[in-house]
Structure formats: structure tokens, C-alpha cells
């Protein structure tokens, strides 16, 4: 699984960066034979004037389907990190069982 963590005007520091990726891990690693590539922009929505405003988007891209996205905000990029993470499994999971269910369809189909 590529890992690619982006900071959309918003520097990611070695920490934040570590903390993403072990999320990610932890959210993703059963499908990782599944998963191409996941990208993550983190970036600051209203700029310095404080507030619930930072924003984590998950790309993930699956090999034979298309693009899962998640997004989540927070006061901090942790938090923020952390439900968009949370969210791209639920969502890659959704994915793959519709994918294995189409399959099992077309065989019961084929087999009539």
C-alpha cells in the first residue's frame, strides 16, 4: 500500500505525519492487498482564525474499482485524521462486499 500524505498549505510535521500513517494502517492494513494507493490532503479550512476547521481528505484507490473517499474535520489535524481514517475502512469494506457480491450474482446467474 503507497502512502502519500499531502499538506494543503499546512505544513505536516514527522509526528503528525507518523500518527497519520499508523492510523491509516490500522484502518486499512486488512485490505492492503486490495489497495493500490491511499493519498491524504490535510489542510486548515478558515486559515488562522481558529475554530473546528481543519480538514483530512482520504483517497483511496482499489485495484479493478474506482476511488473511495472519506473526509473528516476537527479542532486539530489528529482528530481530523483519525475520523477520516475511520471512515475510508468502513467505506473501502462497503466497497469490496458490493465487488464480491456482483461476483457471486454472476456466477449464480451463469450457472442457470
Not at 498549505?9 to 486499512?28: G, N, Q, W, Y
Not at 474506482?66 to 482528530?79: A, H, I, P, Y
Amino acid at each position: 500500500m503507497k502512502l502519500q500524505i499531502i499538506g494543503d498549505k499546512t505544513r505536516i510535521s514527522e509526528p503528525l505525519h507518523d500518527f497519520v500513517s499508523r492510523r491509516l494502517h490500522f484502518a486499512l492494513g486488512r485490505f492492503g492487498p486490495e489497495i493500490q494507493r491511499v493519498t491524504v490532503r490535510m489542510g486548515d479550512v478558515n486559515g488562522p482564525r481558529g475554530g473546528v476547521d481543519k480538514e483530512c481528505r482520504v483517497e483511496v484507490k482499489l485495484r479493478g474499482l474506482d476511488r473511495v473517499l472519506s473526509k473528516g474535520g476537527g479542532r486539530d489535524f489528529e482528530s481530523a485524521a483519525a475520523f477520516a481514517a475511520e471512515r475510508a475502512g468502513r467505506s473501502v469494506a462497503r466497497a469490496l462486499e458490493r465487488r464480491r457480491d456482483k461476483r457471486r450474482r454472476a456466477v449464480v446467474l451463469r450457472t442457470r
